[in-house]
């Protein structure tokens, strides 16, 4: 069952670098809706990966 998004609303996702947040905020652009990506890119985790 597909629901219709609300594109009037701004939208914040955390984690958006991630690979479910990134996935998340292209389905939602992709829609029209605003979206405010935030995420902690820090030196934790191996550049490489």
Known sequence: ???K???SKRIVV???A???GFHL???LLDN???V???DNMNN???PAL
């Open 32 to 34: 029209g809706v605003e």
């Open 1 to 3: 069952m597909k629901r």
């Open 44 to 46: 934790y985790y191996d």
């Open 25 to 27: 905020c292209k389905r």
């Open 14 to 16: 955390t984690g958006a």
């Open 18 to 20: 991630g690979f479910i």
């Open 5 to 7: 998004i609300d594109t």
């Open 36 to 38: 405010y990506g935030f």
